[in-house]
């Protein structure tokens, strides 16, 4: 259970404090999910008091947040949160810091466990996590003492050799076991049921392999261009910003051994086997492997929008992927010569996450008289968002006097399933961090194993010397190259 604490968020005047966090601890405390005994301390820059602090909050919260915010029960939420102004690399801050902490815990009766949230730039982590440290805002790990947690944000590095510097930073100044790095898919509640519906069913798991498998897909698309965040993104790109992780972290989720138990090493050592397995990509074979682009002006839901380079901070002449397009191959018993075709991409036609694992065709025989054309194989198809659920395409027959198969669907949604909202990423995540639970957090060997593989991309893009990238037109479905990809292999990718 989630232990009585102080969540301190660095950065508490930014963006993901005000989107997702403060809603995510709202909500939980809505549904009575939060312990009893806790309080935020927000710190950051901007000059605020605790007032103007909790109106920040409820704006962003009356925004963002996945119920209403009740007048009522905010007059009594809104004393939980406190505001702490101050530069992270003065020493004097994290005295006054220290000071806060126990006023607030006096008053809160909360025993001094405490959770650092890192909401903030990563060039920023070293800074904040040494002076943690000297200021003795970091405990042993022991039963007798208090905790001390750190929460993570993405990104950790830009590829193998700084993230390597980030981990050594942290490991230098807190034990392993103190380290939650997040990653807010593994949070989403579809994400978190790839585990309960492979392992909590008899009939997927006996076909999981090579042997009944064609192929997989893995698509995350998202309709919004790059917004504001240029700053961060044209350094980054589509590889960097939701391979590297998310989807890495999706694709362990579907190709994982079944675990023994479920615990938190466990599964991680589990997943971590996957990423070991990750066939590297080489210069010899990158063309077959890889597709990048970038999108250009198009017509996107009804308006004209500017392609990547013309949006506000992005350099003109960039060649930075907003979609990458990918075939791997995961070289173990299970999956030997199984592809899975991965893609990702902003200003898509629409925001549409699934996984979608194609199972072989059944011989063509039966069906018609010459033996030639294989019916529709059957396909497993989790839909991780907006429309969460999951559906199975059989084959049946077509009502008539003739024998003819047609394929439908069998379709499970969440929404009139369950009828209520799933609970957010952030709120599980943040729950997690307070019970102390890492399952869904990224353990440093998975950070680091996902880069090395990901650097193979990023050598061969350096080393090229080329400033061209194909583009495809805002609103549509990616490069013509991302077709030929998959349809060298003769397969398609699939329409959502
Ligand atoms: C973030 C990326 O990690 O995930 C963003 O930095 C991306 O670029 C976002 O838009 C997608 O998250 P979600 O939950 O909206 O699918």
Redesign the pocket.
């Known amino acids: 259970a989630p232990q009585p604490c102080t969540l301190v968020i660095f950065g508490g005047g930014g963006d993901l404090t005000r989107r997702k966090l403060l809603p995510a601890i709202y909500n939980q405390a809505l549904d009575g999910e939060l312990p009893a005994n806790f309080a935020v301390l927000g710190l950051a820059i901007e000059a605020m008091d605790d007032n103007q602090y909790r109106d920040f909050a409820r704006k962003g919260i009356e925004e963002f947040s996945r119920q209403p915010l009740d007048p009522a029960y905010w007059k009594d939420f809104g004393r939980c949160l406190h505001y702490l102004h101050g530069s992270f690399d003065n020493p004097d801050v994290y005295v006054q810091l220290a000071q806060r902490l126990t006023e607030i815990e006096a008053n809160f009766s909360i025993p001094g466990n405490r959770v650092f949230y890192l909401a903030i730039p990563p060039a920023l982590i070293e800074t904040c996590v040494c002076q943690l440290k000297a200021a003795g805002l970091v405990m042993p790990v022991d039963e007798h003492s208090p905790f001390s947690r750190i929460i993570v944000e993405?990104p950790i590095g830009r590829d193998l050799e700084s993230a390597r510097k980030v981990n050594a930073t942290l490991s230098k100044n807190f034990h392993e076991q103190q380290i939650y790095r997040i990653d807010?898919?593994l949070g989403?509640e579809t994400v978190q049921n790839i585990l309960a519906m492979r392992f909590g069913n008899a009939i997927f798991e006996p076909l999981w392999n090579s042997k009944h498998i064609d192929h997989v897909q893995i698509t995350?698309a998202?309709q919004?261009g790059v917004g504001t965040?240029a700053g961060y993104?044209d350094s980054a790109g589509a590889l960097r910003?939701?391979i590297q992780?998310?989807i890495l972290q999706l694709l362990t989720l579907i190709a994982m051994e079944p675990p023994w138990i479920m615990n938190a090493d466990v599964i991680r050592d589990h997943r971590q086997d996957i990423l070991n397995c990750l066939r590297p990509i080489t210069p010899e074979n990158f063309d077959h492997h890889v597709v990048r682009a970038q999108y250009g002006p198009g017509f996107h839901h009804g308006e004209d929008v500017p392609g990547y380079r013309r949006e506000a901070g992005v350099a003109q002449d960039s060649i930075t992927e907003t979609y990458i397009a990918l075939k791997l191959f995961i070289d173990n018993w299970r999956w030997a010569g199984v592809p899975f075709y991965i893609r990702t991409g902003?200003r898509m036609p629409k925001r549409a996450?699934e996984i979608a694992i194609q199972f072989k065709s059944v011989p063509p025989i039966l069906f018609n008289a010459n033996h030639d054309q294989p019916l529709e194989p059957n396909v497993l198809a989790l839909s991780i968002?907006p429309n969460e659920g999951l559906s199975l395409r059989i084959a049946t027959k077509l009502p008539g006097a003739k024998l003819k198969i047609f394929p439908v669907k069998m379709d499970f949604r969440y929404g009139s399933t369950f009828g209520e909202q799933s609970p957010e990423?952030y709120e599980r995540l943040l729950l997690d961090v307070m019970a102390g639970d890492a399952t869904l957090f990224m353990r440093r060997d998975a950070v680091e194993s996902s880069w090395a593989w990901v650097d193979n991309i990023l050598n061969v893009w350096a080393s090229s010397r080329t400033r061209w990238i194909p583009e495809y037109a805002a609103g549509t479905w990616g490069p013509l190259e991302a077709d030929r990809l998959i349809e060298s292999d003769n397969r398609k990718w699939r329409m959502l």
């Open positions: 993405k807010h898919y989403k995350v998202e919004e965040r993104y910003d939701m992780n998310h902003k996450s968002q990423a």
